[in-house]
């Protein structure tokens, strides 16, 4: 792996050089969810390099992907920081892509000095959720912005010291905020491409017509929809490699594929 140096200014306080334990509490078992927190973790330990960076997970989803990144120093279930009764962190985020109150309240379980999470418009003005004890509402104006969810996690690092934050952001370099694959993965997913002769077209396109978030609330094209609009577009774009991105867990049996430009990749568990 290559080391990466971090350093940051400020002082005590909360500043680069204060020695905080900084968890980062995910619940989400999706991959999307997950990684759009990547650039807040990143920060977080650019911000304050001496600090410890904990992250809390509820499913493997997450421990899986982060698990090569060495700028985290830890990563622990839920359930293990609930055991564990010597185990207190200075400052806890809590990151929410929607609302969840059950997850407010779980979060309230972990021994800490400060609970941040994100507040969205719908919690403050529909349901006058404007106050919940022990929990540091930071309201995410993503209603004003474009909905950048990656961008908006940053205001939970934001939090934890405003002034430090404003003044050391502009000199992070997010180029390094990468995802760090093993050896076995990467050796698993060229040999599919090779197989599926990815090298013959222009681009590789891909299709996931798998939204757990949208699965039960009707705004999601069907299964049968999205195979349509894939073959369509195989037609349509011959040079163009279109791949479905299947995993064991799918349940999804495929039609036969009329279209040589259109394959299956079928993930494994990790």
Known sequence: MIAISFSAGGGGGGGGDFPLKIAFYLLCAGI????????????????YPKATLSLIVKFNTSKNLFRNMEWIDEIVSFDEVLQDKTRKFDVVLLLLQ???????????RIPTKRILTTFSKNLLLHKRMLFIPQVEQVINPYWRQNRAFMEGSLNLVRAI??????KEIPKIDYSKALLKREEENIIFVDSILEKLEACKYAKIIGVNPFCVTLKNAGKNFSFSTWFRIAENLAKEFPQFLFIFMDYPKSGVQFPKMEQENLKIFKNNQD
């Open 161 to 166: 010291n405003k002034k430090h934050f404003d």
């Open 98 to 108: 929607h609302d969840n109150l059950k997850a407010i309240w779980e979060v309230k």
């Open 32 to 47: 999307g969810d997950a990684m759009v927190i990547l650039k807040s973790l990143y920060a977080a330990k650019f911000l």
